[in-house]
């Protein structure tokens, strides 16, 4: 599943060069249903760097570390270019939603925590609003290698 959304970032990204519609590339599967995908591997990324995987040794900071580092133009980079360009493709709402629950921070965004203490999920509430960020304002090149 994952070559699948990392096939579409760069089929999608060349889909301007071609004047192709998008109604070609979205026959088999929804926006929403590609958006899940991505967000797996970016949460999941995110969950090791909150050390919420901490019970399965320094292998999971390895698979972390090779994602958002040595392999970032060929994992990181193309499913944040999947999340931007099936987020627009999306309701903004619903999408929105989506991914707060997938992050589970829901009751995050209502109020926030007097308690400073450590917290998971306070991690991840911050995981979840620097992946808007970079879904906001990163910018990518359309010759992805």
């Given at each position: 599943?994952?070559?699948?959304?990392?096939?579409?970032?760069?089929?999608?990204?060349?889909?301007?060069?071609?004047?192709?519609?998008?109604?070609?590339?979205?026959?088999?599967?929804?926006?929403?249903?590609?958006?899940?995908?991505?967000?797996?591997?970016?949460?999941?990324?995110?969950?090791?760097?909150?050390?919420?995987?901490?019970?399965?040794?320094?292998?999971?900071?390895?698979?972390?570390?090779?994602?958002r580092d040595h392999y970032k133009s060929i994992m990181?980079?193309?499913?944040?270019?999947?999340?931007?360009?099936?987020?627009?493709?999306?309701?903004?709402?619903?999408?929105?939603?989506?991914?707060?629950?997938?992050?589970?921070?829901?009751?995050?965004?209502?109020?926030?925590?007097?308690?400073?203490?450590?917290?998971?999920?306070?991690?991840?509430?911050?995981?979840?609003?620097?992946?808007?960020?970079?879904?906001?304002?990163?910018?990518?090149?359309?010759?992805?290698?």
């Open positions: 599943h994952i070559p699948v959304t990392r096939l579409f970032s760069i089929v999608f990204s060349h889909f301007p060069k071609f004047d192709l519609p998008i109604d070609l590339l979205l026959k088999t599967f929804t926006p929403e249903e590609l958006l899940d995908l991505p967000l797996r591997s970016i949460l999941l990324s995110q969950q090791i760097e909150a050390s919420m995987w901490k019970r399965n040794g320094t292998t999971m900071e390895n698979q972390s570390m090779c994602y990181w980079d193309k499913d944040l270019l999947a999340v931007q360009l099936l987020l627009t493709l999306c309701e903004p709402e619903d999408a929105l939603l989506k991914v707060a629950r997938k992050y589970k921070v829901e009751p995050y965004l209502v109020l926030l925590p007097s308690e400073t203490s450590y917290d998971p999920l306070l991690r991840m509430a911050e995981a979840f609003s620097s992946l808007l960020l970079y879904v906001i304002c990163e910018r990518f090149r359309l010759n992805i290698k």
